[in-house]
């Protein structure tokens, strides 16, 4: 319970069961001081938030509990108001959700190893393709020419080895390209705009649907997982906009702005109606979001029918470039 000043004055006795703290000792402002350091300045916002407009206040917050480990709390707090319906303070309540934390915290290192392995599998099989079936196909093509070099030009076996020696060509180009699909080794070799370039090219001709890339600066120095991420972010939103859009342009433009590394792919489609929450999302926008969430990305999608649709990917500059560790999948503090 606090005070028209957001003081604290009360707290009750399960304060010093789950942080070992003096609850006397803690009213006023002490109980910040159980916080963990990087929470305290958003909820003391949050308090202070909702004395000034007489709102609800609610989120989440880590605090030191009384046997040394880190413990999440819930509160959630209601003004409530004197007789002459003055503001006298909020009251509220705190909710222990550390095991619902380390539950979820769970699930995403789950999710996460599931994603690296399948990235892992992904790499095994189109090495696979290009190293072996590609080669074989060269090979085949190859056994088809000399076979048609030595049979009589004009003949109807001429023709056929000709028309065979064609597919074979043809089948090796679309295994190429499936394996470039599965493990986008141009990233490495080339770099992240230019694999991005490539991307985008590829998808224009295959597709008939034109796509504007540019990039601000031409370059950008990206760590093999991160551009891994961002590829396949790029390549989901393509193939969304292939699948659904009925557009037949699309930009994809990169820049940096305050240290800030944006992505943003737009179409001018038929859009969609956003739903309020994310479980109603398509699979591809939620594997969108999960790739996003594993490099510690930020992702705004924006879309209403006929108004086409926008996904913005925002990624400090440090973390594109691996300085800045990526974060270990638990889901920002608060609400």
Known sequence: MTDAENRCTYLSGYWREFTGRDPDKDLGFGWLEALHLEDRAKVTRSLIEASQSLTACQGEFRVRRANGDTGWLYYHGVPHLHADDTYAGHIGTCIDITYHKANEQARVEVQNGLVLGQEAERKRVANELHDDIVQKLALVGLQLREAQMSCQPLTELDATLKTLRHQVQSIALDVHRISHDLHPAA????????????????????TRIAIDFTSDPLTFDASAEVGIAVYRVTQECLTNILRHSRS?????????????????IA???????????QASAGIGLLSIRERARMIGADVEITSAPLRGTKIELSLPMAI????????????????
């Open 187 to 206: 990233i490495a070799h080339l770099g992240l705009v230019s694999a991005l370039r490539r991307l985008c090219r590829e998808f224009s001709a295959r």
């Open 248 to 264: 037949p342009r699309a930009t994809v433009a990169l820049k940096e702005c305050a240290g800030v590394f944006h992505l943003t």
């Open 267 to 277: 179409d001018a489609g038929v859009g969609f109606e956003q739903e309020p929450h």
């Open 320 to 335: 594109l470039n691996g300085v800045d560790q990526i974060d270990d999948g638990m889901p920002p503090s608060g609400v």
